[in-house]
């Protein structure tokens, strides 16, 4: 089976990890530092704070924004689960702006007239959480403009989107956002496994974030409120979590970032070879949007609805491991006993209904590619023929 995604480990990643095993900390050792200092080079961005997953990355980056009950956080419904479930966890409610058919990414233009409406009803969004869909950036400068105007907060969902390009600007450098989160499962730009990241430029938010990523517990002197400073002592000053990542895993982000620009231009070749594949088919490619160069997580086709299914059977039984990206999160059960109801965001149901993810990762032969291609092409035909002659 031929993997929608898959990590890329060269015998260096293997080597850090392996180091960290034969040295004095697995833990809060020196490593989580230092893969921070690179990862902040690298997305041009003052302060990152390394933690466990992608999915505590976003709650902390919420709770470091005073998200609780009472507010409104508002993202795409064509995301993993995690962009919404974060607002939830700080007990506030959640709310869905509808996406672009072309892009999957949250539509200005909806999100424009969401706020509209919100400002009357006074439901305005304490924060918003665009998501970079399947690695090209949204439109930040207009979501950010809005910001200003309505009084929000941004939190950019890149889990998919290390290594994109807005402007010029790398993902993550935070000029059009107040923190952007990243998540390096082995199925993301880079891996540790299992960990996340937020970059961020404004201080308070680092330190907050430091804080809640272990216990809410500081252990800067020049920070204490209340307890002597003698040598042993921290203070926990919020409830924070045990959101921290390992040595281990800080190790092998370090190393896997020096691989990421070479990652992103191979993911970048890979993906004009498939768009040059579909030019004269009925294979629908995402358009992508001047001035903004996307990291290629993922490579997602659309295809009529009515041979989706069909063409997902023929391809799995191919050989072609392809996949769907995403369920709109608001027709999952847990968020319709919520109250929320299909129709509910007609372009992300129209978006879901038609698309199909194809495999795409660095090892990807050219000639895996072509196959890949010609059988999405032909299971297409094959599909919209048995509907046309039923
Ligand atoms: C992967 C992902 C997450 C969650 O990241 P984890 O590291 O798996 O917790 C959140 N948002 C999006 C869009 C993702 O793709």
């Not at 702006?97 to 969401?114: F, I, Q, Y």
């Not at 992300?348 to 990807?364: D, G, H």
């Amino acid at each position: 089976m031929i993997p929608y995604g898959r990590q890329d480990l060269s015998e260096q990643d293997i080597e850090a990890v392996c180091r960290v095993l034969k040295s004095d900390y697995l833990t809060q050792g020196p490593e989580v530092p230092l893969f921070e200092q690179v990862l902040g080079n690298l997305v041009k961005a003052r302060h990152v704070v390394a933690v466990n997953s992608g999915t505590s990355a976003l709650h902390i980056a919420c709770l470091a924004l005073d998200v609780g009950p009472g507010d409104y956080v508002w993202t795409s419904p064509i995301s993993f689960v995690a962009s919404s479930n974060c607002a939830l966890y700080c007990g506030a409610s959640v709310d869905f702006v509808d996406v672009e058919p072309d892009t999957g990414n949250m539509s200005v233009a909806a999100l424009k007239a969401r706020l509209e409406d919100a400002e009357v009803s006074g439901k305005l969004p304490k924060v918003v959480i665009p998501v970079h869909f399947a690695g090209q950036p949204c439109d930040m400068k207009e979501i950010s403009e809005l910001a200003s105007r309505y009084g929000f907060r941004v939190i950019e969902d890149a889990s998919h989107g290390l290594g994109a390009r807005y402007f010029d600007e790398p993902v993550g450098s935070c000029r059009w956002s107040d923190m952007t989160v990243f998540s390096f499962h082995p199925v993301k730009m880079i891996t540790t496994g299992e960990g996340g990241a937020v970059s961020t430029n404004q201080p308070a938010l680092a330190e907050k974030l430091s804080q809640l990523r272990s216990h809410g517990i500081t252990r800067d002197d020049s920070q204490f409120k209340a307890l002597k400073n003698d040598p042993w002592v921290y203070e926990q000053q919020s409830l924070g979590f045990n959101y921290r990542m390992t040595d281990l895993q800080a190790a092998l982000g370090r190393s896997q970032s020096a691989s990421l620009p070479g990652f992103v231009s191979r993911r970048q070749v890979l993906a004009a070879a498939y768009q040059k594949a579909f030019t004269d088919s009925d294979v629908q490619v995402l358009t992508q949007k001047a001035e903004r160069s996307s990291s290629w997580h993922i490579f997602v086709i659309q295809v009529p609805e009515d041979c989706r299914r069909a063409m997902f059977d023929l391809l799995r039984e191919s050989g072609i491991g392809v996949n769907v990206h995403y369920i709109p999160i608001y027709l999952q059960p847990f968020y319709q006993q919520l109250g929320f109801r299909s129709g509910y965001c007609p372009q992300a149901e129209l978006f879901y209904q038609q698309a199909l993810t194809i495999p795409l990762y660095t090892s990807l032969s050219e000639g895996e590619l072509q196959q890949v291609a010609d059988s999405v092409i032909q299971a297409l035909e094959t599909t919209s023929s048995s509907i046309n002659s039923a």
